[in-house]
């Protein structure tokens, strides 16, 4: 399982546009082979940073979103309304925890 979170920051004037956007486009994205969740968060303290959070069975799976018409399409119209580059972080759980160290 790949999860795939995007900080997306925007000109404040371009927010409501970017909401739209992602509401036309999230039943599509989910729908799209090996998307498991999509979920859109706004940062707590910048009204014009949001989160996506998406979680996919695998890399070959949100490649191959990538590289489709429907990504390019929804990419498309958001471009345009970025106030800076996204930033994107591709994450697998970790199969082992963490030990606690006390100091």
Request: some cysteine; hydrophobic content about 40%; aromatic content about 14%.
């Amino acid at each position: 399982m790949i999860t795939r979170i995007v900080r997306l920051s925007f000109k404040k004037e371009n927010v409501v546009d970017f909401i739209n956007a992602f509401d036309e486009s999230k039943e599509m994205i989910l729908s799209f082979p090996g998307c498991k969740k999509l979920r859109l968060f706004k940062d707590f303290s910048d009204e014009t940073a949001f989160y996506t959070h998406s979680e996919w069975e695998s890399m070959d799976d949100l490649e191959n979103y990538r590289k489709s018409e429907l990504f390019r399409s929804t990419w498309s119209k958001v471009k345009p309304l970025f106030a800076n580059s996204p930033q994107v972080f591709s994450l697998v759980e970790s199969i082992h925890s963490p030990k606690m160290i006390e100091s």
